[in-house]
C-alpha cells in the first residue's frame, strides 16, 4: 500500500509539472502543421519533416536541430525564394527555452517547448 501511494504521487506529480524535456528530444527536422494549430492560439504543431506531405503553402516554417548544437531552418524571403540558412541552438531544460542563432551569434527565434513525443512538437512563441 505504501507503494501504491508513492507511485501515485509521482504521477501526479509528473502531471501537474509537465513533461521533462531534454535536449536530445528536439534532434531532428521538424516541420509546422499549420492546418493543425488552433487559430488564435499562440501554440505551434510541428511534426516530423518526414511524417507526411504536407498541403502547398507559401510559406511552411522548418528547422532541422542537428547534434553538436547546429542547426539550420527555412527563411521567408519577401519573394517567394525561401532558403535554408545555418546557426546554432541552445536549449534550456529548466525553462524549455529553444532558442536559434544566425552565424553572428544574434538571437533569430525563440520557442518554449510545450511538449515533445516521437511525431509531434509542441510550441509557444
Known amino acids: 500500500m505504501k507503494y501504491f501511494i508513492i507511485i501515485t504521487i509521482m504521477c501526479i506529480s ?33 511534426r516530423p519533416c518526414d511524417y507526411k506531405v504536407f498541403p502547398p503553402s507559401r510559406y511552411r516554417f522548418k528547422m532541422n536541430l542537428k547534434g553538436g548544437s547546429t542547426c539550420s531552418w527555412l527563411v521567408l524571403s519577401p519573394d517567394d525564394g525561401h532558403y535554408m540558412v545555418d546557426g546554432t541552438w541552445t536549449f534550456n531544460e529548466e525553462t524549455n527555452e529553444l532558442i536559434l542563432y544566425n552565424t553572428e551569434g544574434k538571437e533569430d527565434c525563440k520557442f518554449i517547448i510545450e511538449e515533445v513525443k516521437d511525431n509531434l512538437l509542441k510550441t509557444k512563441k
Open 14 to 46: 509528473f502531471q501537474v509539472c509537465g513533461q521533462q524535456i531534454s535536449k536530445s528530444d528536439l534532434l531532428g527536422c521538424w516541420t509546422e502543421s499549420r492546418e493543425e494549430n488552433t487559430q488564435g492560439s499562440n501554440v505551434f504543431i510541428y
